[in-house]
C-alpha cells in the first residue's frame, strides 16, 4: 500500500490498539520480529501508522528493538507481572481512599451497587456453574467506575499505563479461574471485597476503602502462581502466558 501524507490521529490510534490487543492475546511469540510490512497487510494499512504505533509500544515496554533493526516481541518476567498488579492495587487503593473522603456523587454510588448487586445474582444459587463472562463484565465495570469516579486524571492515566501490561488489568486473570475447582471460592471471595468496598466508600471510611482495594489484587496473584506453576493448562485459557518467562515462576515471599 503506498505511503501518502500525515495520517489521521484516529487511524494512527486504531492501528496501536489493534497491534496491542494482539500483543496481549499473544499472538506473536517471544523474539518474534514484529516487520511493518506483514503487520501493515494484515491491519490493512500502510506501514506508517504501524511504523508510528511500534515506537509507541516501545516506550510502553511491551516491545523491544530488534538487533536487526525494528522492533520484536519482548518476554516479561514474573516479577514485572506482580508488581504491575501491586501497582493497580496502590492506584485503585488511592482513588478508593478519595471516593470516600470527598463523597461519592448519588450517580456514582448507585452504579457502584448496581454493580454489587450484579455480583450477587451471579452468586445467589450454590454451585459452581457461575457465568464468567458476565462475572468479568461486571468485575471490569466496577474497577473502571472505582477510577473514573475518584476525579483524579493523573492517576487515572497511570492506571491506564500500567494496565497495558499483560496480566495487569482487574479482570485479565479471571479465565485461569474458570479452570480452577478453588477458582468459584476465589472470585466469591473477590466478590465479598467488592461488597465491603463499596461500603466504605459509602460510609466515607477512607482507611478501610483503600486497604481493601490494595488487599483485593491478593486473588489475581494467586491466580498468577497458579498459571506460572501449571503453564501448559493455563496457555489454553491465555495464550499470551507464553510472553511471561518461567523462570523464578513464583514470587519472591
Given at each position: 500500500m503506498p505511503e501518502s501524507g500525515p495520517l489521521p490521529v484516529s487511524q494512527q490510534a486504531?492501528?496501536?490498539?489493534?497491534?496491542?490487543?494482539?500483543?496481549?492475546?499473544?499472538?506473536?511469540?517471544?523474539?518474534e520480529r514484529l516487520a511493518e510490512i506483514p503487520l501493515a497487510a494484515k491491519l490493512g494499512v500502510s506501514r506508517t501508522?504501524?511504523?508510528?504505533?511500534?515506537?509507541?509500544?516501545?516506550?510502553?515496554?511491551?516491545?523491544?528493538?530488534?538487533g536487526s533493526g525494528g522492533y520484536a516481541m519482548r518476554r516479561f518476567t514474573p516479577k514485572e507481572i506482580?508488581?504491575?498488579?501491586?501497582?493497580?492495587?496502590?492506584?485503585?487503593?488511592?482513588?478508593?481512599?478519595?471516593?470516600?473522603?470527598r463523597g461519592a456523587p448519588p450517580k456514582l454510588l448507585a452504579a457502584l451497587k448496581d454493580c454489587v448487586r450484579d455480583?450477587?445474582?451471579?452468586?445467589?444459587?450454590?454451585?459452581?456453574?457461575?457465568?464468567?463472562?458476565?462475572?468479568?463484565e461486571m468485575n471490569?465495570?466496577?474497577?473502571?467506575?472505582?477510577?473514573?469516579?475518584c476525579g483524579n486524571q493523573a492517576l487515572a492515566r497511570a492506571i491506564e499505563i500500567n494496565n497495558r501490561l499483560p496480566f495487569?488489568?482487574?479482570?485479565?486473570?479471571?479465565?485461569?479461574?474458570?479452570?480452577?475447582?478453588e477458582g468459584h471460592r476465589w472470585m466469591l471471595f473477590a466478590h465479598m471485597?467488592?461488597?465491603?468496598?463499596?461500603?466504605?466508600?459509602?460510609?466515607g471510611q477512607g482507611a478501610r476503602a483503600e486497604a481493601i482495594a490494595q488487599e483485593h489484587v491478593q486473588v489475581p496473584k494467586l491466580n498468577?502462581?497458579?498459571?506460572?506453576?501449571?503453564p501448559e493448562t493455563a496457555a489454553k485459557l491465555m495464550p499470551a502466558l507464553k510472553l511471561v518467562s518461567a523462570e523464578a515462576g513464583k514470587r519472591e515471599k
Open positions: 486504531r492501528v496501536l490498539i489493534q497491534l496491542r490487543d494482539l500483543i496481549l492475546k499473544g499472538e506473536f511469540a517471544p523474539g501508522p504501524v511504523r508510528i504505533a511500534l515506537a509507541t509500544l516501545e516506550r510502553e515496554g511491551l516491545v523491544a528493538p530488534s506482580y508488581d504491575a498488579i501491586d501497582v493497580r492495587g496502590q492506584l485503585e487503593g488511592m482513588a478508593a481512599r478519595l471516593l470516600a473522603e455480583g450477587d445474582e451471579l452468586f445467589r444459587h450454590d454451585g459452581h456453574d457461575l457465568d464468567y463472562g458476565a462475572y468479568a471490569t465495570r466496577l474497577h473502571g467506575l472505582l477510577v473514573e469516579g495487569a488489568p482487574a479482570s485479565a486473570m479471571l479465565p485461569m479461574q474458570s479452570s480452577l475447582e471485597q467488592h461488597r465491603s468496598l463499596v461500603w466504605a466508600i459509602e460510609h498468577l502462581d497458579y498459571a506460572l506453576e501449571r
